[in-house]
């Protein structure tokens, strides 16, 4: 048996999403070019970015903080220097989203147990409450797009496509361009 491939038609959906069906191998055309490395890279990146922005129109938080919560909601308290270390970023620079978020309400610091000098921050029940409302919101917005906007065999394609996404994933796991699993999806200047 042929294994199937995700085939894009070009129509949008939403201005964001690609129509994709299945196809068989022996179906592409024998003169169709399969495209370089470098043209799916480019247009994954940019479709995957497409995709984050459509599903954060009516997110509570901004990106970054988002990022910076989610990053505390997987780990447990940590530190402004652990955070900044775990986001790739300077000292100052979390320092400043830190205070954001604790003048919402969604962080509270406390003496670190281990050096007292330390402060602990912790995401707070608002701050859960937030976080879990924008990540519902998204997953809702997709659910509406996929049930909407594709056929059953669509969705099909675009689940075998994930596959594939995933094996993409595996293989940066084991490279320099690794990204970093609690950075989540960076879109926006900081």
Known sequence: MISPIVRCTGE???????ICYLVDVDDTLPNEPIPSPEEVAAHLRTTVGALVRATRTGD????????VLDLIDQRGPMTTADLAAGRGVRHQTMT??????ADA????????PRDGRKKLLAITPCGSSALDTDR???????????GS??????RRAVAHALTLI?????ALAGTEHAPLPERGPITGAW
């Not at 949008?12 to 690609?18: D, E, G, I, K, M």
């Not at 519902?136 to 996929?146: E, G, N, P």
């Not at 906007?149 to 669509?154: P, V």
Request: hydrophobic share 45%.
């Open 12 to 18: 949008t959906v939403q201005s964001h999403l690609w």
């Open 60 to 67: 509570l938080l901004a990106p970054i903080p988002a990022a």
């Open 96 to 101: 400043a989203t830190v205070k954001e978020l």
């Open 105 to 112: 309400g969604y962080l509270a610091a406390t003496p670190d």
């Open 136 to 146: 519902h919101q998204r997953v809702s917005v997709l659910t509406d797009a996929l």
């Open 149 to 154: 906007a594709l056929t059953g065999d669509e």
């Open 166 to 170: 995933d094996r993409i994933t595996a």
